[in-house]
Nanobody
Framework: QVQLVESGGGLVQAGGSMRLSCEAS??????????SGWFRQAPGKEREIVAA????????YYADSVKGRFTISRDNAKNTIYLQMNNLKPEDTAVYYC??????????????????WGQGTQVTVSS
């Protein structure tokens, strides 16, 4: 099993920056080739992919809405995934979830592609 714990959420003004972290325990990312992703869910909306990264950081994916503003990265030695968010907008307000999965052929960018989820961290961007 894998436990994921997000941190770094909070309140920020539009145009500001914030970095989210997601620390895993129970299994190491590198040993089990664990791809990871960040999702978000705003009130009344479906949970959507924000960004994803393969286990060796060889490939990344970004939703169109965050391209050029957000950066996903990982430090396998620390078993941690990061999401750097710049130029934040009020529409980025949501609960952000970290997700991870073992080796699989499932799509990297869909909710069903992940086995493990964090509890979520609230990000609020004020206008």
């Amino acid at each position: 099993q894998v436990q994921l714990v997000e941190s770094g959420g909070g309140l920020v003004q539009a145009g500001g920056s914030m970095r989210l972290s997601c620390e895993a325990s129970g299994r190491t990312f590198s040993r089990y080739d664990m791809d990871s992703g960040w999702f978000r869910q705003a009130p009344g909306k479906e949970r959507e992919i924000v960004a994803a990264i393969t286990w060796n950081a060889g490939r990344t994916y970004y939703a169109d809405s965050v391209k050029g503003r957000f950066t996903i990265s990982r430090d396998n030695a620390k078993n941690t995934i990061y999401l750097q968010m710049n130029n934040l907008k009020p529409e980025d307000t949501a609960v952000y979830y970290c997700a991870a999965r073992g080796a699989t052929l499932r799509p990297l960018t869909t909710r069903n592609g992940y086995d493990y989820w964090g509890q979520g961290t609230q990000v609020t961007v004020s206008s």
